[in-house]
Structure formats: C-alpha cells, structure tokens
C-alpha cells in the first residue's frame, strides 16, 4: 500500500495543533505540523511527534485483561462485559447505587467519543459517588464563572490575538500551550504582542520559560497573588481609573468592592507578596496606559487555597477595566457546537453533600482529594465498586499512599485505560480503549475556550483491528448493562448509548447556529460532518466577538460582582496580613510544567525522554547554603504525609523560601508495566499533599504553596 498523508487535530493538550501524519500500512511513518491548518499554520510540539509512540508502544494493552492469583490474564471483551456487570451489580444490591464511585480524568476532555459517552454513561449508574480531575485543577473557574456570569462553563478567554499587554499571573502557557486559552503557539503570539510594542509581564514565584520570554516577571510569594490583586484593584478606586464599560454598566455592587479593598494597600501588600509597591505602581500604570490590556491566570491561581478568590478577582479587574466582552480584552466563544447552552441544565452546584467530610457537590462532582476518605471510611454508601476511566489518581491525587490503600481496598474496581499504571494496577479488571491516531477527533469541548471560533473535524487516521474498542463502545456496553432508573429513562438511555459518536457530531454541528439548520433558516453553506470532512484544514467561523448580555446565563441577565459567598471568605484574607509560623515545615512547595510530558502518562514514550524535562527540586541559593545542599545532591522533602528523594537543582531562578517539583512522577515497583516511564522513575510529588489542603470555596485541590521541609540525606 502506498504512502498518504493524513490530518488530524492533536488532541493531547488544549492548543488543537493539525498534524499531518504520513501513513503506510496503517502504521505511522511520521508526524508533522499542518501547515494549511487554519489554526495552527503548521506548528506542532515534541507531544503531538510522540503520538507515533504512543500508536507503537508495546506496554499498550489491546485487549481486556483480568486480576487472577497468578497475575493478569487476557480476556474476552464479553467475559469482561459479564464480570463487570455481575460484580456491580452484586455491590449495589448489597451497599445500595452509592456504592459504586467513578473518578474520570483529563483525558476524558481530550478524546472526542469518551468526552461525547461519559455523561450518559455516568448518569446510568445513578450515584453521587462522581469525582473527576475538574477539582484537581479548574473548579475554582466553574464556580466563578457559575456566580458571576450563571454558567459554570461561561469562560472569558484572552482575546490574544488583538492584545498590548497581557498580565499573565500563576500560568506557564510556554510548557503547558496554553490552558483556559486555546491557542496554538504560544510564543509566536507572545512574541506578536511585543513586536506590536505591546507588553507580556508573568508574575509566579519561578522565572518560567514564559517568563524568560516576557518582557517583566516578577518573583510573588506562593499564595500571596489574591493581595496583589485586591491591591491592584485598590490603586484602580484611587485613582479613579475605573472607565465607564458596558460590562460594567451590566454588574451589580461595585461601590462594595470598591469599599471591600480599601485594607489593601500597594504599601500594606508589598513585603507580603514579595513585589514592592514601586512594581505594583508600575503594573498598574501599564494596566491602565494599554488600551488592549487584560489579566490571566491559571493553575498558579487556581489550585492554591485562595483559588475562587483569585479567580474572582482576575475576573473583577477585567471588568473594572472595562475589558470584558470586548475586542483586545477578554471574550467569551460561540462554537459551531454550542456545549455551553447544551449543558446549561448541568451547570448546577451546592444540591447535596460528601457522606464523610461533607463538602458540597459541584457540577455533580465532588472533590477527588475526599474520594480515599469516601473509600476507606466505613458506613452506609461507603465506595465499595470503582471504575476509572482515564485517569491516574495514584499519581494526580493528593496523599497518594492514602489513595493507595484506598484503591486497594475496594471490593471491585473497574480500569479504563489501555495502561498498567499506579492506579490501573490495583484493578480487578482493565478494559482497554482504542486511543490517539485510532480515534476520530472533533474538540467540541476545547472551542468553548479557544481564542478563536472555528471547527474541524478529522476522521481516524488508523484504523484498528477486531479485538479493540473505542472508549465508547466500552462505555456504552457498560450504560446498557449497569443502568438503573426508570423504564423511560433506560429507552432513553439505550437509544443514545447506540447512536454512533459521529452521528451525535453531526446533529450537534447541523444544528448548531454555524449549521446548515442552523439559525432560522436552511444554510446552504453551513456546517454538517460531510463539508467538514472536505475540510481537514478547518473551518474559519468568526473572531470572538461580543455577545453580552444575550449570553448570560444568570437569571437577572446581569454580572454578580460580589457574590455573597466569595465576599464572607474574604474574612480569611485578613489572616494574610498577620506573619505565618513555619517552623516545622518553613519551605513552599509548588508544581511545574514540562513541555515533553503531559501530566502522568506519557513518560513511556521514548521520544519525549530526557532534554528539558527533568524530575528535581529547584531550590533557591541561600536556602541550599542553609541546608547545606550542593547542587545535584539527592535530598529528601517531607511533610507530614510522606517523604520523596529528588535530586537538588540549584537555581536563582526560584523565590527564597519555595521549592519547584513537577507532579506526575514516581512510576516505581512490581505492579506497574511502563517500562520507558520506569526507567526514568522520579519521585512522586503528591506523596507529599494534605488531602485536606483545599480552597474551602470550590474544594479544589490546593497544590501550590504546601508547606513542606528539606533535609540532607546523610551517606552511610
Ligand atoms: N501536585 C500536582 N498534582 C496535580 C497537578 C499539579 O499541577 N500538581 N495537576 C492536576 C491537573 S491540572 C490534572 S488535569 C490532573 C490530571 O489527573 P488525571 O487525569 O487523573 O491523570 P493523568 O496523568 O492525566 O492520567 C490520564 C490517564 O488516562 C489514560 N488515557 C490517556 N488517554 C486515554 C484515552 O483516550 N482513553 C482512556 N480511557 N484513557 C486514556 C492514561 O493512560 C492515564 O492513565 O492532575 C492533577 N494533579
Ligand atoms: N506540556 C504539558 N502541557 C500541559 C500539561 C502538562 O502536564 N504538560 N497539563 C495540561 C493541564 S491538565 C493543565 S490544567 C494545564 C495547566 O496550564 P498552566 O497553568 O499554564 O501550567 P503550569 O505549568 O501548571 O503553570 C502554573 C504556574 O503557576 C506557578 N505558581 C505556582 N504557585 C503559584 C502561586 O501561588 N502564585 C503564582 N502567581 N504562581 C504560582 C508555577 O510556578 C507555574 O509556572 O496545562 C496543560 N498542558
Ligand atoms: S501543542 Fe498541544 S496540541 Fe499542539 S502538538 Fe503539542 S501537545 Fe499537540
Ligand atoms: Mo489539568
């Protein structure tokens, strides 16, 4: 058979970069960017190259694989079907619906079937027992986006394309491509922004490879950011440079905020934040001076304890400075699949309570970091049954030796994933999906926070044999047998699990308000899965434009600035003012980004191995002088929960009083079957985390700024 070029997006991170895949045989040849891609122009990253490993790897499971005294034995597809069911099934007569939980994980957003099946199939279960990697990472979003705007997924997005000045505060788009901002190319937009004499100014407690690229950065102090922002909006009253805006003119209860940040003081915050007042003075001016300026930030902001806090804030500036839902600020989508409006009945939170810590659930979710709690604490709808389904909480969890033994200790647990991994390893029972270049692609999720509306669709480059299964062939076995309601619902619920993903596609994009039934009329030229296909560059829809109030979802069609509940926890702001005691454990510990891996599960793949990814702690000079550590020097850091070895990184391009460690790492011992990830091992950063450590608002994870200690491994 003779070579073809085949299109697809990459799906692995949020940036949708077209490839173009040369295939023979259907196996891969080489991967490369897609110049005449309408949204990519051909850039591509060592991830999107590493699909072709990913397709290879001879760790990848093809076929369902079953627990038994004598290790792993490959199955039948039916026998797996027959012993899932029949072990749910005896759970939940014997503990009740509850007793099966389900943890879903990042790339459930990623690949196109699953994200278009996991509701449906997660809804047939009919229990509370839901988490998902959302509250590791952007709850605090949701729940922001949910109080101001009445849609938890309602994000404004950097309009980067027509910025002058960009404050990026707590994000790494240069390794992560971007997050909550879908765009491909990160650099060259930074770069674009400077040329035009605009400016990019990064405020984490690293000098990241975004940093190292902007044109400021200063070094904050871990979860100090919400200080600076009330500062900044404090300089915003006083000098009475907050402009008449429509998004103002469309929020309530600006004169309390303007009262709420009166405490905050550039001088009062600056020894705080470790930026001094000067700096602060001078971010404002720019803010201000810059007709195209907005504020962004991401996981730094996010999963941190001040999380919704900061979230808020960033959201308030913006529209203090009158940059909300306009051109050269920040603007919120409209994609050919409309996900937001069709999700509009989820978008719900607060309705019922965790059995064990009693945390709120949150777009029908509660927080993963209580799903071990849930697991090994005894009682009535205790998790007793588990499936995972892409996801790796082993590893992205907090307290994994506590999410160990919880997994260990479940009666039935249920993988889908097409590795043996930290987590898969404690199943019963692995049904593995067809992934990567084998799966179609359409990221409906990604255009609601891409920078641009546009829409593409590619069909699997590879196809695969008879003894695979998409994610949702897997899952929608799974919804017909497990499902439990009413007589009503399970027609309802059988008919969807049997209309292929494509078809869900095609009617989404038929009817969506770029589709050929779209709008009030018949289009000729709209979208349908058919003209998409004649398009494997994609198609252009529209800049972002402005679509307030029309697209507000709360109900008075009008912004929340101060929403109740985010104003009473203001009162623990308060305790920022007053020094900390850090005696037992005076060091910050915060994550970090590589551009050559994805979270916890592409470090078996060779080609990513080695270059700028590394597994150390970066610790500032003066702290490794006081401890007495060289450079390169394996060290251990503790907390309370736990101990790790890394090897020491000595670097000035870290703040005093705060150590670097990327997550995702520690792939080590007998159980799991990754043998390029192992090889490289690392140490496991999560080992470390409070499971408790929470923003008590969202109850997402707070990562960033754990208290941890460091001392020398003394040589025997
Ligand atoms: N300390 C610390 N911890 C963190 C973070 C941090 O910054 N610091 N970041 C957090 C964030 S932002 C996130 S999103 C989470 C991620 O948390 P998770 O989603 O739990 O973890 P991943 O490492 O993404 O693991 C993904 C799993 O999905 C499998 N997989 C990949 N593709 C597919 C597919 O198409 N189908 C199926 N069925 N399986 C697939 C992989 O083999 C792997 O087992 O981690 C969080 N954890
Ligand atoms: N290559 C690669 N790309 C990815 C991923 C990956 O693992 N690898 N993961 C994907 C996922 S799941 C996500 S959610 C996104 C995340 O996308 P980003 O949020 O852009 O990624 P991070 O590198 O986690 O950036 C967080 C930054 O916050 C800083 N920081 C930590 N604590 C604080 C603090 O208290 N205050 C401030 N101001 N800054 C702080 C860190 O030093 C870090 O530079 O990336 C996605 N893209
Ligand atoms: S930037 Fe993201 S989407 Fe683009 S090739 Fe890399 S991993 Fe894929
Ligand atoms: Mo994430």
Redesign the pocket.
């Known amino acids: 058979m003779s070579e073809t070029i085949k299109y697809r997006t990459c799906h692995l ?2 940036a949708m970069c077209g490839l173009a895949i040369e295939v023979k045989d259907n196996e891969v040849i080489a991967i490369k960017g897609h110049k005449e891609d309408i949204y990519s122009h051909g850039h591509i990253c060592p ?1 999107g190259v590493a699909l072709k490993d990913l397709h290879d790897d001879p760790n990848r499971l093809k076929q369902p694989i079953k627990k038994t005294p004598t290790g792993w034995e490959t199955i039948s597809w039916e026998e797996a079907f027959d012993i899932a069911e029949k072990e749910f099934k005896k759970i939940r007569k014997k503990y009740g619906n509850d007793a099966i939980g389900t943890y879903t994980g ?1 790339p459930t957003v990623h690949n196109t079937g699953t994200a278009i099946t996991l509701y449906d199939t997660i809804n047939a279960l009919n229990t509370r027992n839901r988490y998902a990697s959302h509250s590791l ?2 709850v605090p979003v949701f729940l922001v986006n949910q109080m101001m705007f009445g849609h938890a997924m309602m994000a404004p997005i950097p309009d980067i394309d027509h910025l002058d000045y960009m404050l990026i ?5 240069m ?5 909550f901002m879908s765009t491909p190319n990160i650099r060259e937009k930074i770069k674009t922004i400077q040329q035009k004499g605009g400016k990019v100014v990064v ?4 000098k ?1 490879e975004t940093a190292d690229k902007a044109s400021e950065h200063y070094f ?1 102090h ?2 100090k ?1 919400v200080l600076l922002l009330l500062a900044i909006i404090n300089e915003l009253v006083l000098r009475n440079a907050i402009p008449a805006s429509k998004a103002l003119r469309l929020s309530d209860h600006l004169e309390e905020l303007k009262v709420m940040v009166q405490p905050y003081t550039k001088e009062v915050v600056a020894t705080l934040t470790g930026i001094n007042s000067k700096d602060i003075a001078h971010i404002v001016d720019d803010l201000i001076k810059h007709s195209n300026s907005v504020v962004y930030g ?4 996010n999963t ?1 304890s001040y999380g919704t806090l900061c979230q808020w804030l960033i959201t308030s500036i913006n529209i203090l400075l009158g940059k909300l839902d306009e051109k050269g600020g920040l603007l919120f989508t409209l994609p050919a699949i409309d996900y937001v409006t069709l999700m509009a009945h989820e978008s719900k939170m607060f309705r019922y309570s965790s059995r064990v810590k009693s945390y709120k659930e949150i777009v029908g979710e509660f927080p993963t970091a209580t799903l071990a709690d849930e697991i090994l604490t005894k009682g009535k709808n205790q998790i007793r049954g588990f499936i995972s389904i892409a996801g790796n909480p082993a590893r992205s969890a907090p307290n994994s030796k506590l999410m160990e033994k919880a997994l260990a200790d479940l009666e039935f647990m249920l993988a889908i994933d097409m590795y043996i991994n930290e987590t898969t390893q404690h199943a019963d029972l692995i049904m593995p999906p067809a992934v990567g270049l084998e799966t179609m692609h359409y990221s409906f999720v990604l255009h609601i926070i891409a920078t641009r509306n546009t829409s593409k669709f590619s069909p699997a480059p590879l196809s695969i044999s008879e003894e695979q299964r998409y994610d949702w062939q897997i899952m929608g076995e799974l919804q017909r047998r497990l499902f439990t309601g009413t007589i009503f619902q399970r027609m309802k619920s059988n008919i969807m699990s049997r209309i292929h993903p494509r078809t869900k596609l095609d009617l989404a994009l038929k009817t969506g308000a770029y589709g050929v039934w779209g709008g009030r009329f018949l289009r000729k030229d709209g979208l349908s899965l058919k003209r998409l296909e004649q398009k494997p560059e994609g198609v252009e829809l529209s800049s972002l434009t402005s679509v307030l109030p029309k697209r507000l979802f709360t109900k008075t069609k009008r912004i929340e600035l101060m929403p109740e509940l985010f104003v009473k926890e203001m009162e623990k702001v308060k305790e920022l003012l007053i020094p900390e005691k850090t005696e037992q454990y005076p060091l910050k510990l ?6 050559r ?3 916890s599960w592409m470090h078996n793949l060779p080609v990513l191995e080695g270059g700028s990814r590394t597994c150390t702690m970066m610790i500032h000079p003066d702290d490794a002088a006081s401890h007495g550590i060289l450079t390169q020097e394996i060290v251990e850091v503790y907390s309370k929960f736990g101990a790790i070895s890394i090897e020491a990184e000595i670097t000035s391009n870290i703040i005093q009083g705060t150590i ?1 460690i990327p997550h ?1 790492w520690g792939h080590h011992g007998d159980g799991v079957q990754m043998e390029t990830a192992k090889r490289n091992g690392g140490a496991n950063i999560n080992q470390l985390m409070d499971h408790d450590r929470l923003d008590p608002l969202s109850y997402n994870m707070a990562f ?2 754990h208290p941890v200690a460091i001392r020398k491994i003394e040589s025997v």
């Open positions: 991170c949020e991830k990042n990472d952007s505060i707590g994000a790494n788009p390794a992560s491509n971007g997050s405020i984490d407690p690293r990241t904050i871990p979860e950011d991401r996981l730094g902001v941190q915060i994550g970090r980004r590589h551009l891996s994805n979270n670097s995702g960033n700024g």
